[in-house]
């Protein structure tokens, strides 16, 4: 089967600051095709994303137009077109708030979900509020909390089908630029991992996490004077850093129903520390997430027409 | 004067991983000119470190020859020459334990000092122990807590002439990473600063150090959707960091006489901040001290030949 032969009934998309994805999903949500491309909101000025997303999924609309539903930074002020932040509490999407794109293709109708934001304390969100949208729609009734590890970690109250209010993390950041551009990285090659030195590091990051900063240099002074190896030296980053967020986020685990929406080896991290803390995580895929999230969003816009 | 007609009695030379600087120097310790340039060790092969720094003192030499002593990365294992660190307790600097290095040029003797470790909980310094040894050349007796502020904070504790323990903590670095390489980045432009929000946020972080991780993002968001103003999440990133910092370091001030050794606004930021906790800690010149630190250095091994 060539590309040229795929006839979505819509299109999912999730475009972030780093990269562009789309699904052809057909009407019962289905994936009947699917499509990546570097080409995220970061690298595009607002001209740039109706080129970008054709290069994509052009071959997808020669049988004719479809509807695209995108979430995602697409919508930040710097993105395609703004669509503004809702206020929680609220669900975590409203199709009466999609934002629909400008674009000069006739094939092309794009609809943005809005993020989420939280006035106090201050945060946002862009594109985790459709995975959220996702695991509810895959866990119907779910009342609990819901954790979303990645490069900002978001930890999030549900309640009644709606975003109570959340909380993020600059977790994954802060271990990118640790590892990769900080004096740690000389102590930090490869992808090894020890587990114990992380669930050890979880543990005392809960236990003291005002030694933080403290814990960090001696990562690298252990692997200059005591020979630290870079896998047990990655496991004990990544857990100094976990376990911080733990500690800020305890109010939302502590005694919860947790379930975790992230990549599987993110996530199984995270599960790990939280096992340890007699809290028994369930796990769902971001992508099955995102998806289910987009379905609902088409789902209801169709029946609205 | 041209360059040519300096004859230094001894150059002194700070050579860290960034940036060589080097000072010519009379016997009573006067400094008769300065130089300086870019190219520091992360920047240099083994082989390079000579001709590096005949670039730079080469004029200085050109009346004979004049000893020169270093301190600082030169020093470490990817260096010119592996000067090994020293265990603490011990005095800061000992002028049996510098190393020379291996040179070319029969005008140049260069001897280099070692840096200090300790084994628990790890830790290390190249450069600061001189900066220590100055500092305890220009307050003779001085028996308390020295604190380095820079790329790799150090915090001291000082009896009897000798270093009994110390601390790093990343903080100049965390700052840099953050404002120039994370999400943060966007909020921070400029160089504006509000005291208030920088004191708020050392209290804040004094009081609460485990919600770090939670704060830093609230400046992206606020930026966002409040028009939290750069000078404000500014000091306030610097605040929490430095706030974070002191609740780590709490044994090392609380009830101590403390001096700051660093360049001045940084020293100026956390003066401020200790003075909020009721610590008033003096101020020496990170220059004075590296100098005095080589000076002592200069004399002790020209009185043992």
């Not at 475009?15 to 970061?42: F, H, P, Y």
């Not at 990645?150 to 109570?164: F, L, N, P, R, Y």
């Not at 490869?190 to 030694?211: I, K, M, Q, Y």
């Not at 990562?219 to 190896?229: D, K, N, S």
């Amino acid at each position: 089967m060539t590309k040229a032969q795929i006839t979505p009934d819509w299109i999912a998309v999730d475009w972030g600051t780093s990269n562009l994805r789309a699904w052809a999903m057909d009407a019962s949500g289905k994936v009947l095709a699917e499509a990546t491309s570097q080409e995220g909101m970061g690298k595009l000025a607002r001209d740039g994303f109706e080129p970008a997303l054709l290069r994509l999924i052009g071959p997808w609309l020669e049988n004719g137009p479809a509807p695209v539903f995108a979430c995602g930074m697409v919508g930040s002020r710097q993105g395609w077109c703004e669509a503004p932040y809702r206020s929680v509490p609220c669900t975590p999407l409203d199709p009466a708030a999609q934002v629909t794109a400008p674009t000069n293709d006739p094939r092309l109708s794009v609809h943005i979900a809005p993020g989420l934001k939280q006035t106090q304390p201050a945060d946002v969100m862009r594109g985790e509020e459709t995975q959220i949208a996702g695991a509810l729609s895959l866990m119907p009734g779910y009342d609990g909390i819901l954790c979303l590890p990645g490069t900002h970690s978001k930890w999030a109250q549900i309640s009644a089908g709606e975003v109570v209010s959340f909380q993020t993390f600059m977790t994954g950041e802060m271990f990118a630029l640790l590892s990769e551009a900080s004096v740690l990285r000389h102590g930090l090659q490869g992808d090894g991992w020890d587990d114990t030195a992380f669930v050890v590091a979880v543990s005392d990051a809960l236990s003291r996490p005002e030694r933080l900063g403290a814990r960090l240099f001696a990562l690298r002074a252990e692997g200059l004077i005591a020979g630290l190896a870079p896998p047990a030296a990655r496991a004990r980053l990544s857990g100094l850093l976990i376990g911080t967020e733990l500690a800020a986020a305890r109010p939302y685990w502590l005694g919860q129903r947790v379930t975790l929406v992230g990549a599987a080896k993110l996530s199984a991290a995270y599960a790990r520390a939280l096992k340890a803390q007699g809290i028994d995580a369930q796990h769902l895929s971001v992508t099955d997430c995102t998806l289910a999230g987009l379905s609902s969003l088409a789902l209801q816009t169709e029946a609205a027409r």
